[in-house]
């Protein structure tokens, strides 16, 4: 089942895409409260099929990240207790997921979001990433043939 989860500045968590309205989107928090809001065109919202990892050479979409640490824990919530640990704590244990990120762009804090997002998915039974999370081409692609 492909969707499009949404994280939004500001906002703590992700979001699925429910629908479109006039001047919004209706997102769901992906939480327990699983429950329905709108987000407005002045809210920064991104797919995470939009975002990569900087890596020494080329920047590997979130979904092989996300893939990646979903191997390394066997399926499960992270291992680390990442609130907690330390820079150098995290920046080793993420070495493991991406060996080759690159540790001047990388920040701590981009380790944390990453894993709690992965811990979000994971409570929400979202888990192939390689197929849920593919960049689409969107709505906005012109679908006329030339003649």
Known sequence: MLQTILAISGKPGLYKLVSRATNSLIVEVLDETHRRMPAFATDKITSLADIAMYTETDDVPLYKVLA??????????????????????????????????????????????????YNILIANGI????????????????????E
């Open 127 to 146: 888990t192939n990433f390689e197929e849920e999370m593919q960049p689409t081409d969107g709505d906005n692609i012109d679908d006329r043939k030339e």
């Open 68 to 117: 990646n640490l979903r191997d390394l824990e066997e399926g499960k919530t992270v291992s680390i207790d990442f609130k907690k640990a330390g820079g150098q704590e995290l920046r080793e244990y993420f070495g493991k997921v991406l060996p080759e990120f690159d540790r001047d762009r990388v920040h701590n804090s981009d380790i944390k979001k990453l894993l709690q997002w």
